[in-house]
């Protein structure tokens, strides 16, 4: 090809040097930096064209050039036009002029063009997804979309997000069904799937999900991964980045000194001995410096794209590996996946779509999140301990039950977990005509996990939670297995292997015909055959030699005799078998209705409701198809309408059933007796819960250049699948006793969102677009089951009551606590309040009298009041792209603005450390109306009130990135189509005014979210990478 | 067209087509015993007995609440919010919101409804020695419905059978002389079948059952049945006093002549705070332990139920049984060898100096970790003393002093000291408080003796002899209960 060019060159400057003609030559690609071939360019007013080779590259002969213009054209792209003047080597870029409104989307079992969609759904490019350089795709998703609120779960390398769409409507599983190529995948699962992989995302927010029935009722996202494109030729490409991460922030801890100072005022106000003779103790240990490290993340993937007549291809290899912030190696994440995307015509009807995907990865972790975890031990270890005593050992910090030396705790840490995972899908479709298709499809989701946790005989120091060995010296525990014969436990280690496999089998039929070319008739019928089976056995094996890593494996174990050592196993099967209709009809392109049918059976269930049936009906109209439509600024204007009823069967197998899984032991002749109890009552009338939503929408497109798309929805969810309090009379409340689940409660989500999209029209050397996105959502329990006034949250501190409820009239899991209303400055406040206030002194917090009795009452709820709640009073996204020549800019921003968050990782003990805002405590008269006093002694200081609850909003820079196109011509002489380089951050900065390591706080649980217990936070990363096309 | 027509059809059929699914999705739980296959052997019947012993294990709540109520102790702990419940019930402000009183409501009938499940099933198959069994899951339903009728007088009683949601809802408290009668027939019927000796260590003996009833008269002040069940003890069970007082709550020197009935716990397994009930280790030790302590003899613990100033004066100095019962810290830490190098903390909670000296954990008898929670150390629910004590009380009122007085005499000369002339019936409740104390039975002594207005500040007459049934617990059966008077 390369010599048949230069020959023609060649040919042509003879022929030039001749007549004085002159070559104009180039190349043409499209915004993806992917050559064009066959691109027909000419000059304007002549018949003079040629058209470009199979690299994209042309060369035209003309006479002259004054006042000549080319023109560049493609099928599906924008006519462009170029004044030669005195170029000779011109490069043009071609812009698709498919526009976002004849864009295919896929909604459940169809596509539709999203001009014609008739529900409420957002889609996001992978594109978007990849360029955010995350480990997984739900954090990548963050403020994307609106409707679709996303907390993080943890910071740490492989933790979760929290993918709530359209807020939080149950008390139990609010995920959304997740679909990748049609195959489920849950939530915890996503960690398996490769961002780099993914085409495109769409979210079905409203009833129009119904489709999916009893999984439907929190939303559906569609995931695709990349396919190929018929009669390519292969496109290979790599992008890898390596970035450093390091924490965000520090907490303002107190130094030794300041530390030595606060704690004897404190002492001295509890009318104890100060406990330091000497203050000045300098700045002491920095726990916070001992264990946040920088750490390493980097990515690479390979793939491989093309296609020939009948078949299309898209392979793809990638490797992703990301050290903690925390611990390092000991919280890790790295993962290897593999994709084949295959699609073929096996016969001019008959298709084959084939995908498998491939994953395999690998996650250590530390205690997280709670009291014991290795930041809530950073944050109340105090800083006049070493790290180290003198001779060597770790400090055992022993002034604070419940603290231990978190540097010891990291190191003494041993905690791994993998997975393979095999995720595919052979799809046949047979087209009768062009009318009528049969589609059937076998999905298969197979993953075989393995955990081990090694624990070795530790010593924390006297009376540490956490102490595996009886002493210093490391000495094990006996254990006492028959009378007065002992046995060592010595070191242990945990083993785990779980194979879980979902089968689907989906059979369907999609009719599409136009009658009298203005009634357009679509359906789709089918089922869907769906079974999980999961199996687990798993061992722990004792007194592991040495107490040594080398040998952490249940085959080296000593148990004298095996008596210690246990195994045990778990089995379940769940069956899902449904069957779906969906009737659309569209008349001219502008008015459009489709109704769905699904009817589900559940496994889940009881004989007595084992069936749902779940109806929906959506409608749209094109306002800008009409006749009487004028307005030419907005060419597309779009009205829907949709309400429907879905489900969510989200529970524990068996949950109907009365099984004997309580827990009934008792010490006969000095030995654990194992007996028998019921574990939880049955309900055989156990149901699905059931989500009733309206939506009502609103699309248009204006000067070619805005698009808008707004949202107003109500979704109401009945039948809450629930675990209340029932009457202790039931006898469920024994050891490993629980209540029934019942179906009871209601809650109640309104909202409004909207997105907002500009981009600059095609042709121009500068593109931008900025996108905007906000969600409004109202979260209300509207119901609670009779007999219960609330269901209980998380608590607050040490056995300090419960802060957070799910209670008639207020959002899932808000706060509830006394309210604070300065500090009494002196004791002449306190005698002289309207209000009497318990054991109240001077530098103690005034609470304020909600019912106005005239008495603080700290037994009942009389004076608690709403003090917050975790769900926020609007979330916002925004992103910008710019592209200049070369260069390329882009930026993603996240704000949640209006939540709160409960400050809950103090320990409320004498000696254990505090925040620097102690400093600006009261410590007399005037000095302080914010922070109480501090005292040893007897002080209702720290019950659960407005005192612990910080404003959580934040805005987040997510990701900003500055990427640099190498030119073309640089490129063609090293046989490299593109490369881009590029320069990345992700969490450059968060402006909050939250006091803890990260205001983004996300539980699985509803009633815990907001909750900070020492968050593990995330990174701010700074990365480069390339991205090279072959 | 046609051919479309013929897969819709075929497709709506499916749609709504049922029998072959029922059976698709009919799926049973793998290996699992279900509730209602049970009861099949004998060994299922052991089983279910052991789980119906298992709430047993929660009695360190009784036992806290019935000292921290009573003018022995205080509630203690970290702050006045660690276990708030025992705080209100401290300063008598307890109302239908504590989590402790409902925590003892819900132990007490999720162990009497394992009682009822076995005894629901008795007659499902026959063997040797199941009248024994049956006999012992009486005495359980009875030992928990005493526990409720105790704390919260009137109680629904249910007999033999489970409940579901929709028959609790109808059911309304029943008369607390009921439920009486009905532990009356259960363990009279269990006595008749139990034997004294040849058990299994932990199992309830015949002489824990007359015990018991005893005990369950002398709360109703039929003491003249209560004096005859008490003597049958004496004079059948072969108990006696063992030598030395400070033998009688270790670890080491559990199940001995004295034992009557020792809720059994042992320190081989660990646990969490998150679920107490669920633990097999006593949590009242590690919990009355002292704060941070690091010196000899004693492990570091939570400062729970600490005994009050006026306990330790009420005992005469020359009692052995005051420094035995209670652990005047300071003193104790002055005596040591090595005092300066002794440390402690006291929690916010509250502090009086002395720490109860029965229930405490002590170095050597230490569990697992985490320690605070499994000490294997028994709880003596009734002990041979006790037994006398009460069998004194029930002669006395009968008018037998001289019995009275003498069986008063057996405790004091094994405490070491001089015994008494009884004057007054105050005596014996004197000597109960003394040999006693700590033990989880001084709050209830005072109330069925009519005593509690005059020594527990704060309590009032006509309210506080019950405790609040749990505000939750009535709503939840459906808001018809009435409470409490004056609650």
């Known amino acids: 090809m390369n010599k048949l060019l230069l020959l023609f060159t060649v040919f042509s400057f003879g022929f030039s040097a001749l007549s004085q003609d002159i070559t104009i030559q180039g190349f043409v690609s499209n915004e993806k930096n992917e050559t064009l071939p066959f691109v027909s360019v000419s000059v304007k007013g002549t018949n003079n064209g040629v058209r470009t080779d199979f690299d994209g590259n042309y060369s035209i002969t003309v006479r002259d050039t004054a006042g000549l213009t080319l023109a560049y054209y493609f099928n599906g792209y924008v006519k462009q036009e170029i004044l030669v003047g005195d170029q000779r080597n011109i490069n043009v870029v071609l812009v698709s002029e498919i526009q976002d409104i004849d864009e295919i989307v896929v909604v459940g079992y169809g596509e539709v063009k999203t001009k014609e969609l008739t529900g409420a759904t957002s889609k996001v490019k992978g594109e978007d997804i990849e360029k955010m350089n995350l480990a997984r795709m739900d954090q990548a998703l963050q403020g994307q979309v609106s409707g679709v609120n996303i907390s993080t779960n943890s910071g740490s390398p492989g933790g979760a997000s929290n993918i709530r769409i359209r807020g939080l409507s149950t008390f139990g599983d609010n995920d959304p069904l997740i679909l990748v190529d049609g195959v489920v995948y849950d939530s915890e699962g996503l960690n398996a799937l490769n961002p780099s992989d993914i085409k495109s995302i769409n979210v079905l927010k409203d009833a129009t999900a119904g489709i999916y029935g009893v999984r439907a009722a929190n939303g559906v996202i569609i995931v695709e991964t990349k396919n190929g494109k018929i009669n390519s030729k292969p496109k290979i490409q790599y992008n890898g980045y390596y970035g450093v991460q390091q924490t965000a922030r520090r907490l303002d801890l107190l130094t030794a000194e300041e530390y030595a100072v606060i704690k004897n005022e404190a002492f001295a106000f509890g009318d104890q001995e100060m406990p330091f003779n000497n203050t000045a103790l300098g700045v002491g240990t920095n726990w916070q410096d001992s264990i946040f490290v920088s750490s390493p993340v980097q990515s690479h993937n390979f793939s491989m794209t093309g296609g020939t007549e009948h078949t299309k291809y898209s392979i793809g290899l990638g490797y992703f590996t990301q050290d903690g912030i925390v611990g390092g190696d000991k919280s890790h994440f790295s993962r290897y996946n593999a994709r084949l995307n295959l699609s073929t015509d096996i016969t001019s009807k008959l298709k084959l779509n084939s995908v498998f995907l491939y994953s395999n990865e690998l996650r250590n972790t530390l205690p997280e999140s709670g009291i014991g975890s290795v930041l809530y031990n950073t944050i109340n270890a105090f800083p006049n301990e070493p790290i180290r005593t003198p001779d060597g050992n770790y400090s055992y910090l022993e002034e604070v039950s419940d603290i231990i030396n978190p540097v010891a705790q990291i190191e003494n840490q041993y905690n791994w977990g993998w997975a393979d995972k095999f995720v595919g899908k052979e799809e046949f479709v047979y087209s009768f005509n062009d009318h009528f298709t049969f589609t059937n499809r076998f999905n298969y989701n197979y993953a075989q996990t393995k955990g081990k946790v090694f624990s070795p005989l530790v010593w924390y120091g006297d009376g540490k939670y956490a102490n595996t060995a009886v002493n210093a010296d490391l000495e094990s525990p006996l254990v006492e297995i028959a009378d007065s014969i002992f046995l060592e436990r010595g070191a242990s280690v945990y083993e785990e292997r779980a194979s879980y496999i979902d089968l689907t089998f989906e059979s369907f039929v999609n009719y599409d015909r136009v009658f009298d070319s203005v009634h357009r008739v679509k359906s789709t019928a089918g089922i869907s055959v769906f079974q999980r089976k999961g199996e687990s056995l798993n061992g722990t094996g004792f007194n592991i030699p040495n107490n040594s890593l080398d040998y952490a494996d249940i085959s080296a174990n000593q148990a004298e005799g095996g008596f210690l050592n246990n195994v045990n196993s778990w089995e379940f099967n769940e069956r899902l078998l449904s069957a779906f209709l969906r009737a659309e009809y569209g008349y001219k392109s502008k008015y459009f209705v489709s109704a769905i049918l699904r009817r589900d059976g559940s496994s889940k269930f009881g004989g007595n409701s084992r069936y749902g049936l779940f109806p929906s009906g959506s409608a749209a109209w094109l306002m800008s198809e009409e006749n009487f439509y004028n307005l030419d600024f907005i060419k597309y204007w779009k009205f829907r309408v949709s309400y429907g009823v879905s489900g969510n069967d989200q529970i524990a197998n068996f949950a109907y059933r009365a099984l004997l899984n309580g827990e009934g032991v008792y010490v006969f002749n000095d030995i654990i007796t194992q007996g028998v109890a019921i574990g939880r009552p049955s309900n055989p009338d156990l149901k699905w819960e059931t989500t009733r939503q309206f939506n009502l929408g609103m699309d248009l497109t204006a000067w070619r250049r805005v698009d808008f798309t707004t949202n107003f929805f109500v979704k109401n969810t009945f039948d809450l699948l629930f675990q209340p309090d029932v009457t202790a009379i039931l006898g469920s409340y024994g050891a490993g006793g629980y209540p029934p689940i019942i179906n009871a409660g209601d809650v109640s989500n309104q909202g409004f969102e909207f997105e907002l999209g500009y981009r600059t029209l095609p042709g121009k050397d500068l593109f931008a677009s900025v996108d905007l996105n906000f969600t409004t959502i109202r979260n209300k329990v509207t119901g609670v089951p009779s007999g219960v006034d609330f269901i209980p949250g998380a608590s607050f501190s040490i056995g300090g009551g419960v802060a957070t409820r799910f209670e008639e009239g207020y959002e899932i899991g808000y706060f509830i606590g006394h309210e604070m209303d300065g500090i009494f400055q002196n004791q002449e406040e306190i005698d002289n309040a309207t209000v009497v206030q318990e054991g109240a002194q001077p530098g103690d917090i005034r609470f304020v009298d909600q019912n106005g009795d005239g008495v603080i009452n700290f037994n009942d709820d009389s004076d608690r009041t709403y003090l917050g709640s975790a769900i926020p009073d609007f979330t916002m996204g925004f992103s910008l792209n710019l592209k200049y020549k070369g260069f390329d800019l882009s930026a993603n921003l996240y704000a949640a603005v209006g939540q709160e968050i409960i400050r809950n990782y103090e320990r409320q003990q004498p000696y254990a450390n505090q925040l620097g805002y102690v400093i600006n405590r009261w410590t007399g008269e005037g000095t302080s109306n914010e922070h109480p006093r501090l005292t040893t002694g007897s002080t209702r200081n720290t019950i659960f009130s407005s005192y612990f609850v910080e404003d959580g909003s934040f805005v987040r820079l997510r990701n900003a990135q500055f990427g640099y196109n190498i030119p073309k011509s640089i490129l063609r002489k090293i046989k490299v189509e593109a490369v881009r380089v590029y320069v990345s951050a992700n969490n450059l900065f968060t402006l909050t005014r939250y006091q803890g390591f990260d205001p983004d706080i996300g539980a699985s649980n509803a009633l815990s979210a907001g909750v900070d217990y020492g968050f593990y936070p995330q990174a701010k990363t700074f990365m480069g990478g390339v991205q090279i096309t072959f | ?487």
């Open chain 2, 1 to 487: 067209m046609k051919k479309t027509v013929l897969y819709f059809g075929i497709l709506g059929m499916l749609l709504f087509m049922n029998s072959a699914c029922d059976k698709f999705l009919a799926v049973d739980p793998p290996y699992t015993q279900d509730a209602e296959n049970f009861f099949q052997t004998a060994e299922d019947y052991e089983r279910a007995l052991t789980g119906a012993y298992d709430l047993l294990q929660g009695s360190f709540m009784s036992l806290w609440i019935g000292e921290i109520a009573s003018d022995n102790s205080i509630a203690g702990g970290e702050s006045v919010n660690d276990t708030q419940g025992l705080h209100q019930i401290d300063e008598m402000t307890h109302g239908g919101v504590n989590l402790d009183l409902r925590s003892l409501f819900r132990w007490n009938y999720a162990g009497l409804t394992r009682a009822n499940y076995l005894l629901e099933n008795k007659d499902k198959i026959d063997f040797v020695g199941k009248d024994v069994i049956v006999a012992e899951a009486k005495f359980l339903r009875a030992y928990y419905y005493f526990e409720l009728v105790k704390f919260f007088g009137d109680v629904p009683l249910i007999i033999d059978k489970r409940i579901g949601i929709e028959e609790a809802l109808a059911l309304d408290r029943t008369p607390a002389s009921e439920v009486y009668a009905q532990i009356e027939t259960d363990l009279t019927e269990a006595a008749a079948v139990m034997s004294y000796t040849g058990l299994v260590k932990g199992h309830a003996t015949k002489g824990a059952a007359l015990s018991l009833l005893g005990k369950v008269y002398l709360y109703q002040n039929k003491f003249v049945d209560a004096a005859s069940t008490f003597d049958q003890v004496i004079a059948e069970g072969g108990y006696s006093l063992i030598g030395d007082y400070s033998e009688l709550f270790t670890a080491a020197n559990e199940n001995n002549t004295e034992t009557v009935f020792d809720v059994e716990y042992s320190g081989l397994e660990g646990g969490g705070y998150g679920c107490y009930i669920c633990l097999e280790g006593n949590a009242a030790p590690g919990f009355h332990g002292i704060r941070q302590y690091n010196g000899p003899v004693y492990g570091d613990g939570n400062s729970y139920n600490l005994p009050t100033q006026d306990l330790y004066d009420a005992f005469a100095a020359t009692d052995p049984r005051r420094d035995l019962s209670i652990l005047d810290l300071d003193a104790f830490i002055a005596a040591q060898p090595n005092a300066e190098s002794i440390s402690y903390a006291i929690g916010a909670g509250g502090h009086t100096g002395y720490y109860n000296n029965k229930y405490i954990k002590r170095i050597g008898e230490i569990g697992l970790p985490d320690n605070d929670l499994t000490s294997p150390v028994n709880y003596r629910v009734i002990r041979y003393a006790d037994v006398l004590l009460m069998a004194a009380e029930a002669h006395y009122q009968k008018g037998n002093t001289g019995l009275a007085q003498q069986l008063v005499n057996q405790i004091r000369s094994r405490a070491g000291i001089q015994g008494i002339n009884l004057s007054s019936i105050e005596d014996i409740y004197r000597e109960r408080r003394f040999e006693l104390s700590g033990e989880g039975h001084r709050f209830f002594d005072l109330v069925r003796t009519g005593q509690a207005a005059s020594k527990i500040p704060g309590f009032q007459t006509g309210k506080h002899e019950l405790f609040p049934i749990p505000q939750a617990e009535i709503d939840l059966a459906g808001g018809n209960w009435s409470q409490n008077p004056g609650y």
